[in-house]
Every structure is written in C-alpha cells, then in structure tokens.
C-alpha cells in the first residue's frame, strides 16, 4: 500500500519514468498532463494513474536499481550490467563490512548499502564534499543512509577501518589505494577495482601483484537488448559497447 | 579464524581450487600432494598451506561464488555473469520473499538465498527429487538452507505463496508459469526469466504481454576475461559466447 | 595525380568527409570555409588544401569503402563489417558471375562490382526503379557501371542466369528466393543472406534444408572502435550492436 | 567439371573436411571409410561420393576461405572475420599493388593475391625461409603464386617497392615498419595493421601520428554462429573472444 512520504516511480513507458515522493498535495507535470500524487495514497504499488489529459501512467514501487537510474548525478554512474556483477563477485551480502571509493553520485554506494542491511555497514570515502552532499540525499530517498558512513577523505592517503570484507573502487587512481587495501582488508577480503581505462587496469594489476593478492583477474561485461515481436526479433541497433573493466583480487596471508 | 567444521576453497592457482570442509585429521589429495586440512584449525582464512611435496596452496573462506561454482551439478548453472544481474534487477535484498523455479542444483536458490538473509525467504520448486536432494546439500554446505523451502511441486500447475516481491525462473517452459506468477506475486512484484532459446524468449514475452505486465525486456550479456600483462594485454582468446536471454517485467494492477 | 572528373574524399577529419567531383571552377562549401576544388588537378591524392578561411582538409583517393559510406542512400545500407565478410565468404574475386537482390541503393553492388572486374558480372534485381536510379548513379560515380546489370524485376519470380557463381540477397524475404537460387547457382555455388531479423533467418534456413543445400550456416559480427591514447586506451562507449545475419549455404548435387 | 589436377574440398560435415588434389588412382582414407577420388574426373564440383563404406561425402569446389582454412601452417592464421574486414578497409581490388609483412603460413598473402588478380601483385616480406617455403606450397595449391612474389628480407630494414596501394602488417613489431610504409606507400594509400595485443597497437599508433598518416583507427570484430533450429534457436556456447586489433591509416602529403 503506498503511503504518504513514500516514493513511487510513475512511468508512462520504460523510456519515460520518473522517481518521486508521493505528498497529499503534490502534482507531477508532464507532457502527457498532470498527475495527482495524493491520490495514490491508500493505493496499491503498480497501480494505474490517469492524467489530467487521460493519459495511462502507472505507479511502481521502485526497486534498488530504479533508484541507481534514477539517483541526482555529478559524476558517471555505473550500469546495471556493472553493478550486478561487481556485487556477485565481491562476495559481500546482509552483514558485511565494506569500504568504497570514490563515493561519487553514490549510485554504488546505494546499492552495496541495499545488500549489507540490516546489519552490514559502508565506508564511503571521497575527497569532494559536493558530490557527497549529492550522495547522501540519493542515500535518504532509497532508505538507506543508516548504512553507510561517507567520509570526506582522501582514500589515497589511508583507510581507516581495518578487517573489512571487501573494498571496492570507483576512482581515478586505483593503484594507488591497493596498500591501504591491504592493510584494511581482513585476511581472505576481497579487492574489486571498476576503471574505464586499460592504462589504470594495468596499473592496479601491477600494484596488486606487489602486494599478497591473489586470483588477480579482470573482465568486461556487454549487454545487449534483445526487441522481441512476433514476427521481427533481433538485438537493438545500438548498445553501450564499453563502460569499464572489473578488476577482481583476494587478500592472502603468510600466516 | 578457521574452525573445525568450515569449508575453505583451497586454492593452488585460479583454475584449481577444491571446496572442503576442514576436520582435524582429514586431508586433501592432489597432484602436488597432500594437504593435511586440520592444520588449517586456528589459523586465518586466506592462509597459505603447503603439500607433503612443498607446493603453495592458499585457504580462502569461500565467497557465494565459489559456492555456486562449486556446488554439486546435476544440471546446468548459471553463470556469474547472470547470476549478478537476475539478482539486480530483481530488487531482491535483505528481508525478500522469493519464488523460484526449477531448483535444479541450487546454483541461483543459494545465490538469492544469500542476498534475502536474515529475514527473506526463497520458495524453490522442482519436479525432480533426486536434484533438490543435490540442491539441498549444496544449501547446506552454503549455511544456506534455514533460508530456502524446497518444494517438490510442478510450478506450472500453481505457485502456493502469495504477495512474494519476485518470480525467478530458469526451466523449459516459463511461459506456462505467467499466469501462476502473476497470481503470486504482490503488486509491482518482478517476473525474471532466464532462457537459451529465442523460441523460449517469444513464448514467455507473448505469455507476459497477455497478462498485466509491463517494462517487458530481455537482454543478453557477454563477458570476456582480460589478460594484463605488461606487454602483452589483450583479451582472452576464448570465450563463453551464449548462456541464456534474461526477460524481466513487473507486474502492474488496475486497483 | 588528380585529374578533372576524378572523385576525391575531402576530409577535414575522419567524422567530416565530402565525396566530391573535381572541376576547374567548382568550389566546396564547409562551415570551415570555401574550397576551390580546381586547384587539386594536378596534384597528389593524399594532399592537403586549404579552405578559404585557412582551415586545413585533405583530398584522399576514395577507397570503396569510401564510395560505399558516401553513396546516395534510400534504403538502409550494409556496413563494413558485413560487407568484408559477406565478400569473403562468398568466394567471389575477379572474374565471378554474381546475382544480387535487392539493388537498393547500389552499396553491396558497388562492392560485388569491385571484386569481380575486369572479367565478371554483376546481376542486380529490385523491383523498385527509383531505387536503381540512385544505384546506378552510385555505380558510375565510382566507376563501376560497366561490371552491372541492373534487372527491373522481381527475384522471387525466378532468376534469369544460370551457372552462376554466387546469389547474395539483402532483401526482407529471402527464403522465397531459394528455389530460384538453387536453379541459377552452378554446382558447388554460394548463397549468402543478410537479415536483421532471427524470423529471416529462420525461415531462409528452413528453405535452405528443403533444397540440395549444404554447410547451411548462420553468424553474426560485432565491430568496435578503439579509442588509442597514451593514457586512456579503451573500447568507444558506444556502437552498432545489431546490424543483421549472414547465412551462407553452398549448393551440392546429386551428380 | 572435376579434371585431374584440381583440388577439391571433400566433406562429410562442416567440421570435417579435407582439401585434396584429384588424381586418376588416388584414394582419400577416412574414419568414414576409403574414397576413390579418380571417380571424380568428369563429375561436378558439388557432387556427392561414396566412401567405400557407404558414407556421404561431396566434393565441393574449394573457395579462397577453404584455401585459408586449410592452409598448412606453421604459424597463427587470421581468422575469416579479420581477413574479409581487413581486404575491404584496405581499398584493395583487382590491379591492386600490396606490400604484405609477415608472410607467415601465407593464409593472408593468399587471400590479397586473390583480389588483387589479374593485374595486380602482393610483394610478401618475411625472414623466415622455412614459413615462406610452406607459404609458396599453399599459395601454389589455390593457383596464386603468379600473383605473389615472397622476399626473403627484414621488412623493418626497409621496403623495396615504391608507389604501392597498400601495405599490410601481421607481424610481432608493426611501429618498427611504419616509416618504411610511408616511404612505400603511393600518396592516400593505405596501411593496415592486425596485432593481437593492446601494447602493439598503442606503439603503431603512436609511430603512425609521428609520420603523415591520417583517419588513423583501431577496431576489433567479434563474430558468433547462431544455431537455427525450428525450436531452440541460439548463439553457439563457445566463441573465439578475441584474435587481434585492425589498425587503419592512410598517407597524406604535404604536396
């Protein structure tokens, strides 16, 4: 049942969504009309909304990815393609301790929140205090603040926190990190690297084979749409060819 | 800290590892010889052992992946790859009510059953009792199976929860359970299908559009491994170039 | 040496290119200025001109791939990527007889015509006349007029050469061509066909099994850019994801 | 028609097949039984044999493709979905003069004297006696070695030939060959590049900005086959994931 402060994802088509918060009051404007948010309340998620204009809108409960797509950006988020696999990989889920960086629009710091709950916890550096200013509020919309801590720090510099589970980097310089990774990761943690750029893969590669790393891997994800009709099936014309590579490794320990 | 009754993934290099359930006076044979495992008691995961012949193992605590990887198969898994994104778009997370079909290994049952912990549950169902006899054993090695209700039942004759937030299906004909999933899954609920065939794709697409479905997309994904080397960087020769289609769509409501 | 009437690329980079005919007195009008395109007879193809407000272009040989990219179009063309290995799987070179449909606008003709001078043929079916008009004026601007026929008539009523080497289809109903196909192709000769569509390519396929066809295959390629810079190789961000299928049979006999 | 003398493509299935050399009393052993080939002569290419067995085989007439496919080789060929991308952006056609570095098994070689026929000449560079002695076989066998003269000589020492339309690299240093491309190359010709890593291109790249080449791209083809069937239609599980990067430049002058 959707309830007043909830937020809800109107869409007219998958093309055409948006995310907000249903008030009694509130109305959203669109090309197709207006829309009444307050008579959602009281209503089932997924229900239909008609606009003023008649149009047929519909008022989804959004998911942790509609919250990604749909998230305040200054930066480059990472896709849905990315995301999944950098969370499958990293192994983490309901309890675990995470460090991030960089924070950014805090589209990945959102989404390793929704799997650590309820008793996990995330680290979040970054050194740019307007995009996390940017994150906390994507945080609050999605529910999720209580799980992370974002700090206004140079991660380059030091991780705080010791024998997390994983750390996980969206940055510029990721080689960089890959000491205070080790340093902060508990024995058998994981290293995830996301950079766009062969030159930093190999960096970080090279960094992490100087440190007790192991299982130093690296891959890249496609997708690709697929139109499916009766008589007319066929992947869509064009597709994002390149996002970043994935670099994976494991903490090991002599003793 | 490793204790007796834990499994660890031994690992000698990436492609050969060993899942194993360390006991005092157990050991692990392999072509670089013997590991005793009860040595490991005590110790940290991520430790490395040696064999009777001087060869360097390590001992990692076993990621979800790992334990997918691992699991005992009796059909076909799903990859990593898709295993990340079924799950992201689902929306599951922590505290999730799930409906699965088939079982088969268990492979993507301890996949969600990871991510619903500590108060989600996963309903999974097959016709085959020798495979969630498999399935359940894997769950059990995965201290996963509080989180799981396997069920011996044909899901295309009825799905008996209702309200549950997604339906996650990879059998032969998920077009036949539609009508089932949309009777129980809550409003805004998630139907995802996963399927090698186009053929399978069609039918499941035209089943979704008969019912009050919507955002109905399929999408297939690539992934290549990298190899980093300092001069020689390139992608891997080979590669897995087909898995399955992964149509996803959410349920909507006219009340 | 460029000579008046000879076709030049002009290029001011490789996104801003104009295919043009040199005359004394023409000139070429740019948003970087005017190009007095008399001054390039003379001259080496390769050289570089400036415009009239000093911005610099260069007059390139057009290769056939250029004459391809820049034919006059009303009909959606094939890309590079397809057309290589469409050639190359044919087995097609100088002195084949080749059968073609749909001409459209003359893009895969040119290409066909290119490979198969000085001694081969080029027969070329649509049923559309403005469509051969655009091909035909493509044809002569890249000097291959001579090596076509271009047939005013419907393929899939018959084919009127015999002993052909290969037929190539790029039209939306190519299965109904097979039997004429097997009829005109001499013995051990290749049918090819393009097909964005797995419904095509499916019924194309069926039809292939139906006559005395064999190594009946299907494939499909993906091209992408690579943006090479010291310090930030990495895949373009976007690119064509689907263009079409190519089937390839080759005809056997009982004798 | 079959004569005494000429090579014909025996093949059970796609995936075996044997590029044999029909004479009067020779006989071709099979684990499907014996053919005579002799019983060819006067035949068909395309028609059906026996083996002594009973089995189906038909000698079909081999096209340029199963002249590379079966080429001897002792070293790495480039696969079809390279050759045909790299013959069309090269421009080359018949009358085409080409300079090619590394001979190689001649796979690639072969493929240029096929196109550039009757008219035109391939000038293959390698250092190895033994691979060019292998190369002259197989460009003997598909009746090209008129087209092709093999030199025994470091091409990164310089290139012979002047004027020529293309020059066209598969060799371990490219960048070291790219100021004696230039000097060869007629004004607008083209170079072409296939290295297998991201390190050769990058060094290519970099030398080909430091002479006077323009349009300068890499790309990379992917391909997969797509099983048709009526009922489970599917890309193949396996594919080749990567077999090298195609530079592209062209020779502008100042003059």
Redesign the interface.
């Known amino acids: 049942m959707i309830s007043e402060g909830d937020y809800v994802l109107i869409?007219l088509d998958?093309r055409r969504t948006w995310l907000v918060r249903v008030e009694k009051d509130k109305t959203l404007h669109t090309h197709k009309g207006v829309l009444n948010l307050g008579e959602l309340i009281g209503?089932?998620?997924?229900?239909?909304i008609m606009s003023s204009t008649g149009a047929e809108f519909?008022a989804?409960?959004p998911?942790?990815?509609d919250f990604v797509m749909k998230s305040k950006r200054i930066t480059q988020i990472i896709y849905?393609?990315d995301?999944?696999?950098?969370?499958?990989?990293?192994?983490i889920?309901?309890?675990s301790r995470v460090v991030e960086a960089g924070t950014g629009s805090g589209a990945l710091t959102m989404?390793l929140a929704?799997?650590v709950?309820?008793d996990g916890h995330v680290y979040s550096y970054d050194v740019r205090e307007d995009v996390q200013k940017v994150a906390l509020e994507n945080l609050k919309r999605a529910g999720l603040s209580d799980f992370v801590t974002l700090k206004l720090k140079d991660i380059t510099e030091g991780i705080d926190e010791r024998d997390v589970d994983a750390v996980i980097l969206d940055m510029a310089t990721p080689w960089e990190v890959v000491p205070h990774a080790y340093e902060s990761l508990?024995?058998?943690?994981?290293f995830i690297s996301f950079s766009?750029?062969?030159?930093q893969?190999?960096k970080t590669?090279?960094a992490l084979r100087k440190h007790k790393f192991?299982?130093?891997?690296?891959?890249?994800?496609?997708?690709?749409?697929?139109i499916?009709e009766?008589?007319?099936?066929?992947?869509?014309?064009?597709?994002?060819?390149?996002?970043g590579?994935i670099?994976f490794a494991?903490?090991?320990?002599?003793?």
Request: with cysteine.
């Open positions: 869409m998958p209503r089932n998620f997924g229900c239909k519909f989804l409960k998911l942790i990815r849905p393609k995301l999944g696999l950098i969370v499958f990989l990293s192994g889920g309901p309890g989404v929704h799997y709950r309820p508990k024995p058998s943690g994981v766009p750029t062969i030159e893969v190999k590669v090279s192991l299982e130093i891997t690296t891959v890249e994800t496609l997708m690709r749409n697929i499916v009766e008589d007319r099936t066929r992947p869509e014309t064009r597709m994002i060819a390149h996002t590579y670099t494991r903490k090991y320990t002599e003793v």
